[in-house]
């Protein structure tokens, strides 16, 4: 298999079929060895989180896909930690896994706090969620951009923005909801998006590492997340 890159927590390969397959890795975001889905870089190794990040993965895309929402999901192999998927035009410059993010909140917390935290307190509820993008660029730590941006910067259609950030909301929900049945509460989770057969889909992962869940006032950490969506 041709690779076509190395990214923070997934190496991408290229199928003979003309479908690209993701190779999930032990590595999560995070600083100094603490587990944040909001860092940019990669801060710790947790084993067996790879796995753990696929098998959560499947679990939404069924889940999506039981709801009539379109993925680029075909199929996974859990036993090499691998997923198959379509191939799709990811938006922005994909740089070494670059392009662009997609951050749904329900809660104000973590880099949300960092920015605007003398005007809302973290822990905040947000009624009906918060949808921001930013550009996966570690040098520039992942810029903020709105959706008359990427319109003016050439990435999207007024459109496509307005039906990624439609499908961002219906997924999220389903999410959140999937996880209250277990008695935990989503506070943020990010997403990626591409263009595939002139559709807007989810592309990448719905991973335990791509979250923030707490139980009570106790974060979950992306292992024992796992098993709680996994072993119900």
């Known amino acids: ?3 076509l ?3 923070k927590t997934k190496d991408v390969y290229e199928l003979e079929n003309g479908n ?3 190779k999930f890795k032990d590595d999560c975001t995070g600083k100094d060895g ?7 870089t990669v801060g710790l190794t947790i084993e067996g989180i790879g796995k753990a990040n696929l098998q959560t ?3 939404y895309f069924e889940l999506l896909k039981a709801a009539g929402i379109k993925t680029h999901y075909v199929s996974a192999d859990i036993d090499n930690a691998t997923m198959e998927v379509l191939p799709a035009e990811c938006f922005g410059k994909a740089q070494g896994g670059g392009g662009l993010e997609v951050i749904c909140r329900l809660v104000a917390t973590g880099s949300f706090i960092r920015r605007y935290g003398e005007y809302i307190k973290n822990g905040t509820r947000i009624p009906g969620g918060y949808v921001e993008c930013t550009f996966k660029n570690d040098e520039k730590g992942d810029p903020l951009v709105t959706g008359e941006g990427l319109e003016v910067l050439g990435v999207m259609s007024p459109e496509m923005f307005a039906e990624m950030k439609k499908q961002t909301l219906a997924i999220t929900k389903i999410v959140a909801d999937d996880l209250a049945s ?3 509460d989503l ?4 997403f990626e998006f591409g263009y595939n057969n002139g559709e807007v889909v989810l592309i990448d992962e719905i991973a335990s590492g791509n979250m923030r869940v707490y139980k009570g006032d106790t974060i979950v950490e ?3 997340l796992t098993k709680l969506i996994l072993n119900r």
């Open 34 to 40: 603490v587990f944040d889905p909001g860092e940019n």
């Open 222 to 224: 992306p292992v024992e």
């Open 187 to 190: 506070w943020d989770i990010k």
């Open 20 to 22: 690209v397959l993701l």
């Open 1 to 3: 298999m041709k690779k």
């Open 57 to 59: 993965s499947i679990h």
């Open 182 to 184: 277990i008695g935990l």
């Open 5 to 7: 890159y190395t990214g």
